[in-house]
């Protein structure tokens, strides 16, 4: 006997943003103040998203301790993305982001200060003065080292002043779209009480940060799964350059947790286990500030050469150098995380550090305003009222290596940048499009099904999930080959299967964590495929993508965006041109990156 289908309760918003984090909220943010009825979905309370997390800073050419200009940070953010950053993009990121931090002290940030009451900037790996003929600059601004923090809470707050509304604890499962392929809302999940929501908007944002839990050894907090990824991926459109994962150097060695990039900034340094500063060998000029793709390869060469500490897997990270008072004061954050994650203080002991996958450069991909876009050489379309912002989205400001500081100037620079262009599109457009007749029951009948598969023998999602990241970090890790790609394909396509007939270990609807839990594997495994899929297509070293058979960068065949969807059973790869031309300034041409 057929059961009836579940009641799905409505909901209608001028527009429905998925995720809780800085972009999410920005966007939000600037919708509410204009008028515009926004619903925020997030899988958590707000201010524990993974935002909360960024410590070292924001980038913005200030210039309060010595002269910048936004041209030498596009420069610097250009080189590190080792040319594979869209230059519009980046032009109007690094032009906005002076206007974009004083707005954030405006709201009520607490910024770290200098002497004269301005905002305290640090140096960090990559930056430059004048077009890399300059010297180190210090472009970061900081609260402390909880920037991330600081941004996130105000943002929030604001959006509370302003009437945004908040459905916290909701899983999205499904993209809603009409025969024209026009994007009209979400079908979620309610956490706390179980049940079926699908809600309905002209514009629907998605904002729902990374997928660091790819990898077993991640920065990332256990709720960065890459949801909002899985959500477009199934809803058939592509993903960009997922080969790029960024592996930050300073993971707490055997934990993973981010020990900042601040702490070399104020003056911390790497040693090997024969007590050597190692980086003179892999970025002469300017050692421990050099990229962050350029150190982690240097940190894990170390290691793989018998240099590691007693010779393991770490090096040491030393700032018991530093004057203590600067560590109170500027890096209290890393200090308390070291006392309790390694055990050792850093005023008295080095850190036992080792790479630690922490950034998702690729995503889905979208232009400077956030609209989410499909296609391949020969051009690109726009999703009808689709929008992506934040570590889910490829705008593509990071490309192949995402510098230091700029990734909460991302989340706030097309946050806004999202928002004008919503409220641009809501203008023109009164009434919402009808829903399709049957929308939300597909994704109601997919979570029916593996409630019904309860009970069933086989290995649980904990399980499933460890096996795939242990694949991740074996087989598209630090430093990847053909054949190593090739094998990492292998298993994870047979853990696929696995993963496709098994069940959550519980079937309640009320807090079922094993059901969402659940959730995030079924979307993981895709995107880890999609991952090793466009790694092997890669035949190039580019930033973080580094693979050991083709160690030098090919920019005749591989100055282009790798573009993966679902195809069958399988993983479809195309590509589409990067955008070299600027808003209103000459192109970066590729050269050799020296640090």
């Known amino acids: 006997m057929n059961q009836p289908m579940p009641t799905i309760t409505q909901h209608l918003f001028d527009v429905v943003v998925v995720g809780a984090g800085g972009a999410g909220l920005r966007a939000a943010l600037g919708l509410s103040e204009s008028?515009?009825?926004?619903?925020?979905?997030?899988?958590?309370?707000?201010?524990?998203?993974?935002?909360?997390?960024a410590q070292g800073g924001i980038n913005a050419a200030l210039g309060n301790g010595e002269e910048d200009s936004w041209h030498w940070h596009m420069y610097d953010t250009v080189k590190g993305s080792d040319y594979l950053g869209d230059q519009d993009a980046i032009e109007y990121m690094c032009r906005a982001a002076p206007r974009l931090v004083l707005e954030l002290e405006h709201l009520g940030v607490p910024f770290s200060r200098n002497e004269d009451g301005t905002v305290y900037q640090r140096p960090f790996g990559g930056q430059s003065k004048k077009l890399g003929e300059g010297g180190q600059a210090a472009r970061t601004c900081a609260a402390a080292d909880r920037t991330g923090h600081a941004v996130l809470h105000t943002l929030y707050q604001q959006n509370l002043r302003v009437g945004t509304t908040f459905f916290n604890e909701f899983q999205a499962l499904e993209l809603i779209r009409d025969d024209e392929g026009t994007v009209l809302g979400v079908l979620a999940w309610d956490i706390v009480n179980g049940g079926y929501h699908l809600f309905q908007g002209k514009a629907t944002v998605i904002a729902t940060g990374g997928a660091g839990r790819l990898f077993r050894t991640s920065t990332n907090a256990h709720i960065n799964t890459g949801d909002g990824m899985a959500l477009a991926l199934n809803a058939g459109l592509q993903l960009e350059d997922m080969e790029f994962f960024q592996f930050h150097p300073t993971g707490i060695a055997g934990v993973g947790i981010l020990i900042s990039e601040a702490v070399r900034g104020e003056g911390g340094y790497l040693v090997n286990g024969e007590g050597e500063r190692f980086m003179s060998r892999y970025a002469p000029h300017v050692l421990d500030l050099a990229s962050r793709d350029v150190v982690a390869r240097a940190i894990a060469t170390e290691v793989a050469q018998g240099r590691g500490i007693g010779g393991g897997d770490r090096v040491h990270l030393k700032v018991d150098h530093l004057d203590p008072e600067v560590i109170k004061s500027r890096l209290p954050g890393i200090r308390e995380l070291s006392i309790k994650f390694a055990g050792v203080d850093p005023i008295k002991a080095p850190i036992p550090v080792y790479p630690s996958a922490h950034y998702t450069m690729g995503g889905i991909p979208t232009n400077r305003f956030g609209e989410v876009v499909e296609g391949d050489m020969s051009g690109e379309k726009v999703v009808p009222g689709f929008y992506a912002i934040g570590e889910c989205a490829c705008v593509s400001v990071h490309g192949a290596n995402r510098l230091g500081g700029n990734s909460l100037l991302d989340i706030v620079v097309f946050g806004r940048a999202c928002a004008n262009k919503v409220l641009e599109q809501l203008a023109g457009q009164r009434y919402h499009k009808p829903l399709p007749e049957g929308a939300g029951e597909a994704g109601v009948a997919k979570i029916e099904a593996l409630l019904a598969r309860v009970g069933r023998e086989g290995p649980s999602t904990a399980e499933l999930r460890t096996k795939m990241q242990t694949i991740m970090d074996r087989y598209c890790g630090v430093f990847r080959t053909d054949a190593v790609l090739a094998q990492g394909e292998q298993a994870l396509a047979a853990l696929a299967?696995?993963?496709?007939?098994?069940?959550?270990?519980?079937?309640?609807r009320p807090f079922n964590t094993a059901l969402t839990e659940h959730i995030e594997l079924l979307g993981m495994m895709e995107l880890a495929r999609a991952v090793a899929a466009s790694a092997r297509a890669r035949t190039e070293s580019r930033g973080a993508h580094f693979r050991q058979d083709y160690p030098e960068r090919d920019d005749a065949h591989f100055q282009k965006h790798t573009l993966a969807r679902l195809d069958g059973g399988g993983i479809a790869i195309d590509y589409k041109p990067v955008r070299t031309q600027p808003l209103t300034v000459e192109t970066f041409a590729p050269k050799p990156r020296v640090y």
């Open 35 to 53: 008028s515009a009825k926004v619903a925020v979905l997030s899988k958590v309370l707000p201010t524990r998203s993974h935002t909360v997390s």
């Open 497 to 508: 299967q696995e993963v496709a007939a098994s069940a959550p270990g519980f079937a309640g």
